[in-house]
C-alpha cells in the first residue's frame, strides 16, 4: 500500500506540470486531477504506515480524501472560480485530517518504534502548520478584496516534495528496521530449533545406546541358554544311542519311544542351530516340500507325549488330508510350541483344539484353548523377546518361544495373530502360512 501511494504521488506531479491557473471554470479545473491524486497518494501512504506499524486499517481514509476532493474541487469553482483561497481552504482541511488520523499512531509507538515519534510527528505538525497557514493567509487576502485563482505555487511544491521525500526516508527506515527484526526473530528460532534438534540427536544416541546394551546382554542371555540347552541335549542323545545299543534287541514300543526320543532331541537341536544361525550368519533357505497335515500333526503330539497331547488335543482333519508346502521343521517347531503353551495355560480337565485349512494361497492353522487367555491390550505385544503376558507371570518361562514362532514364520513370510478363544474364554492362536 505505501508503495502504491509514491507510485499515486509521482503521478501527481506529472500532471502537476500541465497546471495552468485561471479565472474560470475550465481552466481552474486544470488542478483537478492534480489534487485528487495528491491527497489519494497522501491517504493511501498515511493508511499504509499504521498498517505497518500493526494497527487496524483506516478503511474510510482512503475514500473520503479522493470524494472529498471530487466534490469541493468543482462545486467551489462553481461558487466563485476567480479565488482560490476556498479550495486551499478545503484542501488544508483534507489534509490535516488525513495526518491526524497518523498522529495517535505515532504517538503511542513505543520501543523499537520510539524514534518514529522524533521524526514523523514533528515533521507532520510543521507541514500542517504551513498548509494551514497558507490556507489563513489566502483568506485573508481575500477578504481585504485581493482574491487570486491561483492554488499550487512552486514554493508548495517544494515543501509537498520535501514532505514526501521525509516520508519515503522514514518507511525505508521502518523497512529495514523491520527486516532487521525480523532476521533476529528467524535466527533466535533457528537458534532454539538447533538446541532442539540438537538435544533429540543427543536423546536418540542415548536411546540408541541403551537399545545396543540390550541387544548385547540379550545376546549374552541367548548365548548362555545355548549352550546349557546343547549340554543336556547331547548327554540324552548319546544315552539313547548306547540304550538302543545295550538293551538291543527291545520291543517295538521300546524302540518307537527312543526313537522319538532321539527325534525330538534332534528338533530341539536343529532349532538352536538355527537360532544361532540367524544370529551370526546370512539367512539359509527354508527347505519347502509338499507336507500332509496328518503327519505333521502325528509328529507334533507325538513329541509332546509328556504332556498328554494325543488325548488332550483334539484335531479337525478335512476330508480328504490336507497338503500344502512348507518347511517341516520350521512348522513343527511352530506349531508343537502353540499347542505346549495351550496346553500348558490350561487346566488339566479342557482339552485343546487345532484346526487346518487351505486354499490356493495360503494355509491357516489355529490352535484353539479354553486356558488363561491373553489380556486385549497385551495380544500385539506376545512375542516380543523376553515378553511374557501379565497373568502369565507366576507360570514357568522366560517369554522366548513365541518370539521365536514369529522369527521362523516372519522368515517363511508367514504371521501369527492371537485373540479371544470361544465365548470370550481362552485364546486362539492363528498361523497363516503363504504357500510356494
Known amino acids: 500500500m505505501i508503495a502504491t501511494g509514491f507510485i499515486i504521488g509521482a503521478g501527481a506531479s506529472i500532471t502537476g506540470l500541465l497546471y495552468k491557473p485561471g479565472a474560470d471554470f475550465l481552466t481552474g479545473m486544470t488542478g483537478f486531477t492534480t489534487a485528487v491524486l495528491i491527497n489519494a497518494a ?18 474510510w481514509l482512503v475514500p473520503f480524501c479522493i470524494i472529498a476532493t471530487a466534490i469541493y474541487w468543482p462545486l467551489l469553482l462553481y461558487i ?13 482541511i483534507i489534509t490535516t485530517i488525513a495526518h491526524g488520523a497518523a498522529v495517535p499512531v ?8 520510539s524514534w518514529l515519534r522524533l521524526t ?17 493567509y489566502r483568506i485573508g487576502r481575500s477578504l481585504a478584496g485581493m482574491p487570486d485563482p491561483t492554488m499550487f505555487y512552486p514554493w508548495m511544491v517544494i515543501e509537498a516534495g520535501l514532505a514526501h521525500h521525509l516520508w519515503f526516508a522514514c518507511f525505508l527506515a521502518m523497512l529495514g528496521s523491520r527486516l532487521r527484526v525480523d532476521v533476529l526473530q528467524r535466527n533466535q528460532e533457528l537458534a532454539l530449533e538447533i538446541d532442539r534438534r540438537r538435544h533429540l540427536e543427543q536423546q536418540l544416541a542415548a536411546t540408541l545406546a541403551t537399545e545396543r546394551e540390550i541387544n548385547a546382554e540379550h545376546q549374552q542371555l541367548l548365548d548362555v541358554l545355548v549352550h ?67 503327519e505333521v500333526l502325528r509328529t507334533v503330539l507325538g513329541g509332546l507325549s509328556h504332556m498328554d497331547a494325543e488325548n488332550r488335543v483334539r ?41 487346518a485349512a487351505g486354499g490356493a494361497d495360503e494355509v491357516r492353522f489355529q490352535v484353539i484353548d479354553r486356558g488363561i487367555g491373553i489380556p486385549e491390550m497385551e495380544r500385539e505385544s506376545v512375542g516380543r523377546r523376553f515378553y511374557r503376558a501379565s497373568n502369565a507371570q507366576g507360570r514357568p ?29 481362552g485364546t486362539t492362536a492363528t498361523v497363516t502360512l503363504p504357500q510356494q
Open 42 to 59: 497522501q491517504s493511501t501512504c498515511i493508511n499504509g504506515a499504521i498498517i505497518f506499524l500493526g494497527q487496524p486499517s483506516r478503511k
Open 80 to 92: 466563485n472560480p476567480t479565488d482560490g483561497a476556498l479550495r486551499a481552504v478545503a484542501g488544508a
Open 106 to 113: 505515532l504517538w503511542r509507538q513505543k520501543g523499537h518504534w
Open 120 to 136: 514523523l510527528l514533528p515533521y507532520i505538525f510543521l507541514h500542517l502548520s504551513i498548509q494551514d497557514g497558507w490556507a489563513l
Open 228 to 294: 546349557e540347552i546343547r549340554t543336556p541335549l547331547t548327554g540324552i542323545d548319546r544315552a539313547t544311542e548306547m540304550l538302543e545299543i545295550t538293551l538291543s534287541p527291545l520291543p517295538e514300543a521300546g524302540e518307537k519311544r527312543l526313537a522319538s526320543v532321539r527325534d525330538g532331541v534332534r528338533r530341539v537341536a536343529a532349532l538352536v542351530d538355527r537360532i544361532v544361525t540367524d544370529k551370526r550368519e546370512p539367512r539359509s533357505a527354508p527347505v519347502v516340500q509338499d507336507l500332509e497335515w496328518t
Open 315 to 355: 484335531a479337525l482333519v478335512s476330508q480328504p488330508p490336507l497338503v500344502f508346502r512348507a518347511d517341516r521343521d520350521m512348522i513343527v517347531a511352530v506349531l508343537r510350541n502353540l499347542v505346549e503353551n495351550a496346553l500348558k495355560y490350561s487346566p488339566a480337565t479342557e482339552g485343546v483344539t487345532i484346526t
Open 397 to 425: 518361562g522366560i517369554g522366548l518361544g513365541l518370539f521365536i514362532v514369529r522369527r521362523m514364520l516372519s522368515q517363511a513370510g508367514g504371521t501369527l495373530r492371537h485373540g479371544p478363544g470361544p465365548a470370550n474364554i
